[in-house]
């Protein structure tokens, strides 16, 4: 019995350090995808370029449920609030272009990243985000 329970100790132990590396390892690779001062190589993988507008590029799949059902009307909901002169909004399908969400660092959909109008990245949400939060983000730029 004393067994199974060091046993389950050491697991649950284990379990919590993997975890927190995985967090402390993302959480770097977000703080440098923020300090990229070179734009031009996320800009590339889009095949666009900074038009002046901040710029909301979405990533989804078709499979994602909540990529539909949650994140495309947040993303509506910021169009319509902001409008198509202040916000460039950039849909990107992650199973059709794996190697722009890999350029974006992007492990999991629906995510969004928030450009500044010279390119820069400001915010990436890993994740569903709500619109309020997206449009915070993009009026930060």
Do not use: Y
């Not at 927190?20 to 923020?34: D, P, S």
């Not at 800009?43 to 901040?54: H, K, M, N, T, V």
């Not at 409008?83 to 460039?88: H, K, L, M, Q, S």
Request: hydrophobic share 50%; net charge positive.
């Amino acid at each position: 019995m004393l067994d199974r329970l060091a046993l389950l100790v050491v697991l649950g132990a284990l379990l919590v350090v993997a975890v927190l590396a995985v967090r402390a390892w993302n959480g770097q690779r977000l703080r440098k995808l923020l300090a990229t001062s070179n734009a031009a190589p996320f800009w590339d993988s889009l095949g666009e370029a900074p038009d002046g507008r901040p710029t909301l590029v979405t990533f989804s799949t078709p499979s994602c449920a909540a990529c539909r059902s949650a994140q495309a009307p947040a993303v509506s909901a910021v169009e319509q609030h902001l409008g198509a002169t202040e916000v460039r909004v950039i849909r990107v399908d992650a199973a059709q272009r794996p190697e722009i969400a890999r350029a974006f660092g992007v492990q999991t959909v629906p995510s969004t990243v928030v450009l500044a109008p010279a390119g820069r990245i400001v915010a990436v949400n890993q994740g569903f985000a709500p619109s309020r939060r997206l449009v915070e983000q993009l009026q930060r730029t």
